[in-house]
């Protein structure tokens, strides 16, 4: 059983950045794919950005391919999202998840725990 926690979202001007953290307990997050994701109201979940269990490759959407980072410190089983430049469109309450596996993934049903999410609101 893992439990995840988000923080660090809020409200920023469009431009600016924010990051937010993924605090995992329970298990080691080594053992765990990573994913972020989003869901701004009325609209499906969607993929942000995953993980790969030692952080060394990651898969991020178009949407925010240059513009939002992903990456962990299993040391402290911490996940992060960096994410610069930031866009109205990017209004969505964020969430990270776990799943147990080596590979990448980016559909919502492959991960098992998640968080409770954290609101992200980008003004124009």
């Known amino acids: 059983q893992v439990a995840l926690v988000e923080s660090g979202g809020g409200l920023v001007q469009a431009g600016g950045s924010l990051r937010l953290s993924c605090a995992a307990s329970?298990?080691?997050?080594?053992?765990?794919?990573v994913g972020w994701f989003r869901q701004a109201p009325g609209k499906e979940r969607e993929f942000v950005v995953s993980i790969s269990r030692s952080g060394t490759n990651t898969y991020s959407a178009d949407s925010v391919k240059g513009r939002f980072t992903g990456s962990r410190d299993n040391t402290k089983n911490m996940v992060y999202l960096q994410m610069n430049s930031l866009k109205p469109e990017d209004t969505a309450v964020y969430y990270c998840a776990a799943v147990f596996s080596l590979s990448l993934a980016a559909t919502p049903n492959t991960y098992r725990y998640w968080g409770q999410g954290t609101q992200v609101t980008v003004s124009s």
């Open positions: 329970g298990q080691s997050l080594s053992n765990y794919a």
